[in-house]
């Protein structure tokens, strides 16, 4: 008679069955390692592809529970023989499972683990009961041939040659941190079901025991098993309560952060990691919005999480720019955001129409043409504009004049324009193109008079004022009701404003009383050991070469 009662009653010809079957699965064979090799290739490529199916796959075919139930019968019946065969089983099954998984995780352009890896690294106190269910359900089909196809049902519900896969591709990556926590789920799920089957074989009758010292020989042969697992036990529900910490520290993070950063119009939390170190929550936030946070809202943010969840808490937030639109328009967008890009906008069109303006009067410029607009505010309020241009002759002031006036008729707002001239020179084949003043009209009739009448008033007055100054160039034109006139003269020294004065006052008296001059002065002459040249004999430096 069984020291316990029991739904099923083994009769003595069931005995000798089950424990035929346990046997034979316990043996190592031929077939047993073929098995466990190929639920290992089906668990890692499982594992490494993150599929549970294929996982689920490596379960169903793999052998290891049987040398489990070898085990518990073995050490239950003191059969020595049993029990050298079942552990041999399982060890060189455990030992080929690393190993090849080892192997398959050497192999190159492995992927990245994923949550089927990582959830086998971390065993909880959730593993253990489920272990030793799972070693009570098989342990009962095989005592019960009734339900014996219930068997790979119950080999799902506990892992053992995917930790085992977890190990060994783990090693390859030399995470042996993570290598641990996997084996450590092994020896658990060994552990918890040798201890459940040996259990259901004492309480059915497989293993029989005598009243007076049933309890304590079952203790004495699986107290080192159920001392292990107790252990186990109090560290693996240490790590189910971190495990719970963490998670109530995320939500707790992500639910205070999406509250602080939603108060900023358009923006939402995004992504969300931290890390404790050296005492320190580092919580690095990612956040969408339509404009970056500055640091002295991250501060803010910051005390506030500090106060809520951690006085040690140090925040980073990533802002990642992105914009909102509706058929409208941009939505979430701040008053001072919305101010600021109405005035670019219209800064863009003013200068679009500058550029307009522009380059319609160079057009008739050959070669000319508009390649930047710069614009600035001087002091006084007046714009101030600066426009580079390409052309194959300097833009001179009477030029610039004409373009500025046009500009100020045109915008209806005062501009002070400035032209920045880069000369260019333009070729094709066989000659130079745009290499003459082509746009300026030959002078003829009173124009060409006025012409040389102007240059000769002021070559002779130079020469009366300053006999080694030499006029270099003439532009002339009218701006303003003034006709403006600009020199460019080489002199020994810098004329001064009063000589620039006798000189206007001869040509208003001579030509126009409307003439202001402008003179730029280059400083230099041709000079021998008793005076200076009036001017640079080019004849002579022709004859002396």
């Not at 034109?477 to 004329?495: C, F, M, W």
Request: proline share 4%; aromatic share 6%; glycine share 4%.
């Amino acid at each position: 008679m069984p020291i316990f009662r029991f739904s099923y009653r083994i009769d003595s010809d069931e005995r000798q069955i089950i424990y035929a079957n346990i046997t034979d699965i316990s043996i190592p064979s031929r077939s047993f390692y073929l098995m466990v090799c190929i639920s290992t290739i089906i668990a890692t490529y499982g594992l490494l592809a993150n599929s549970t199916a294929v996982v689920i796959g490596a379960m169903l075919v793999a052998p290891l529970m049987g040398p489990i139930f070898g085990i518990a019968l073995g050490l239950s019946n003191g059969d020595n023989k049993l029990l050298r065969n079942s552990v041999r089983s399982e060890l060189l099954g455990m030992l080929l499972a690393v190993a090849l998984a080892t192997v398959i995780g050497l192999v190159p352009l492995r992927p990245d683990f994923a949550t089927e890896i990582v959830a086998r690294t971390q065993p909880t106190i959730y593993d253990i009961i489920i272990a030793l269910a799972s070693g009570l359900a098989g342990a009962y089909t095989m005592v019960n041939r009734k339900l014996s196809p219930a068997l790979p049902g119950v080999a799902i519900s506990t892992a053992l040659v995917p930790p085992l896969a977890t190990v060994g591709l783990c090693l390859a990556a030399h995470n042996y941190e993570w290598a641990l926590g996997a084996f450590l789920l092994f020896v658990v799920n060994l552990l918890a079901i040798e201890f459940a089957a040996a259990a259901v074989f004492f309480i059915s009758g497989l293993v029989k025991l005598n009243r007076e010292n049933g309890l304590v020989v079952f203790f004495r042969r699986f107290g080192v098993s159920l001392v292990i697992l107790l252990i186990m036990a109090v560290f693996m529900t240490q790590t189910l309560i971190n495990i719970v910490a963490d998670r109530a520290l995320a939500e707790q993070l992500r639910e205070s952060l999406s509250e602080q950063i939603k108060t900023t119009v358009g923006a939402r939390l995004s992504e969300l990691r931290y890390e404790r170190k050296d005492g320190v929550l580092n919580v690095m936030a990612v956040a969408l919005t339509p404009q970056q946070f500055e640091a002295q809202r991250v501060a803010v943010i910051e005390e506030a999480l500090q106060k809520k969840i951690d006085p040690n808490l140090h925040l980073v937030i990533r802002s990642l720019i992105s914009r909102d639109a509706d058929r409208n328009g941009q939505v979430f967008i701040a008053e001072e955001e919305k101010i600021r890009q109405t005035r670019i906008a219209e800064e863009n069109l003013w200068l679009g129409e500058v550029s307009k303006t522009l380059n319609q009067e160079v057009a008739s410029m050959p070669g000319t043409r508009v390649v930047d607009i710069q614009n600035m505010v001087e002091k006084d309020g007046q714009r101030k504009i600066t426009a580079v241009i390409h052309t194959p002759t300097p833009i001179d002031p009477v030029q610039v004049g004409k373009l500025e006036d046009t500009l100020n008729a045109s915008l209806q707002h005062p501009v002070h324009l400035v032209i920045r001239s880069i000369l260019t020179r333009d070729a094709d084949a066989s000659q130079y193109i745009y290499d003459d003043d082509l746009w300026q009209k030959p002078l003829s009739g009173p124009e060409l008079e006025f012409h040389n009448q102007l240059e000769n008033l002021i070559t002779n007055q130079l020469h009366k004022q300053e006999p080694a100054a030499k006029l270099l160039e003439m532009y002339y034109g009218e701006k303003n009701d003034a006709l403006l006139v600009l020199l460019q003269i080489r002199s020994p020294y810098t004329l001064r404003p009063n000589d620039i004065k006798i000189l206007e006052n001869i040509l208003q008296e001579e030509l126009d009383e409307n003439i202001e001059l402008i003179v730029r002065c280059t400083v230099g002459a041709d000079v021998c050991s008793r005076y200076y040249l009036n001017g640079y004999d080019e004849n002579l430096a022709r004859t002396l070469q």
